[in-house]
């Protein structure tokens, strides 16, 4: 079972930028496909984006396409999360996730088995 640690959530002005990290232990990260989700006060678990094991597919919610990205570097087992253009909408406690399942990639919560504890972002003036 692969552990996962995010860092780099606070606070940060709408049109601002911040970059997520995600550290993983226990494992080999080249095995994992990741995802990034959040999960804002009085909603459901959203899926934000996802990277395959190699990091060759990716893909994005509709609500952060064009602002987002997601990137990894295997050899220092860290995934990375660029959210440019924030919105008090994308205020959120996001999550990196893993499963060692299937070869592509989803942004669908209930795929992924490995989860972090999360960080918190915070979008407002």
């Known amino acids: 079972q692969l552990q996962l640690v995010e860092s780099g959530g606070g606070l940060v002005q709408p049109g601002g930028s911040l970059k997520l990290s995600c550290a993983a232990t226990?494992?080999?990260?080249?095995?994992?496909?990741i995802g990034w989700f959040r999960q804002a006060p009085g909603k459901e678990r959203e899926g934000v984006t996802c990277?395959?094991?190699?990091?060759?597919?990716?893909k994005y919610g509709d609500s952060v396409k064009g602002r987002f990205f997601i990137s990894r570097d295997n050899a220092k087992n860290m995934v990375y999360l660029i959210m440019n253009t924030l919105e008090p909408e994308d205020t959120a406690v996001y999550y990196c996730?893993?499963?060692?399942?299937?070869?592509?990639?989803?942004?669908?919560?209930?795929?992924?088995?490995?989860w972090g504890q999360g960080t918190q972002v915070l979008v407002s003036s």
């Open positions: 996730a893993a499963v060692d399942t299937f070869g592509a990639c989803s942004i669908s919560p209930g795929l992924y088995r490995d």
């Open positions: 226990g494992g080999i990260l080249d095995y994992y496909t």
């Open positions: 990277i395959s094991k190699t990091g060759g597919l990716t």
